[in-house]
Nanobody, 124 residues
Framework: QVQLVESGGGLVQAGGSLRLSCAAS????????MGWFRQAPGKEREFVAA????????YYADSVKGRFTISRDNAKNTVYLQMNSLKPEDTAVYYC?????????????????WGQGTQVTVSS
């Protein structure tokens, strides 16, 4: 079992920044890929970013590339999502998830454990 708890969401103006955190407990955090996803009202859950077990490989959706940065601290069992230059279309509930493999995927169905989500609202 893996327990994931997100934090850091909130309300921010367009152009602003937020940093999301996801604290993990349970199975060996450092062995697995971690991902961030988001879901806006009326839309499907979509991939945002992922990071391999070592942090050596990162992956981003085209919509966030150059603005968001995913990182992890295996000593703290935490993964982060630094979000800069936020846009109103980034408004969504953001979820972190664990894919029980060292490599990563962008397919949400292949992630095994999910956090409860944190709301990010970007005002124009």
């Amino acid at each position: 079992q893996v327990q994931l708890v997100e934090s850091g969401g909130g309300l921010v103006q367009a152009g602003g920044s937020l940093r999301l955190s996801c604290a993990a407990s349970g199975r060996t955090f450092s062995s697995y890929c971690m991902g961030w996803f988001r879901q806006a009202p009326g839309k499907e859950r979509e991939f945002v970013a992922a990071i391999s077990w070592s942090g050596g490989s990162t992956y981003y959706a085209d919509s966030v590339k150059g603005r968001f940065t995913i990182s992890r601290d295996n000593a703290k069992n935490t993964v982060y999502l630094q979000m800069n230059s936020l846009k109103p279309e980034d408004t969504a509930v953001y979820y972190c998830a664990t894919h029980l493999a060292k490599g990563c995927t962008s397919a949400p169905l292949l992630y095994d454990y999910w956090g409860q989500g944190t709301q990010v609202t970007v005002s124009s």
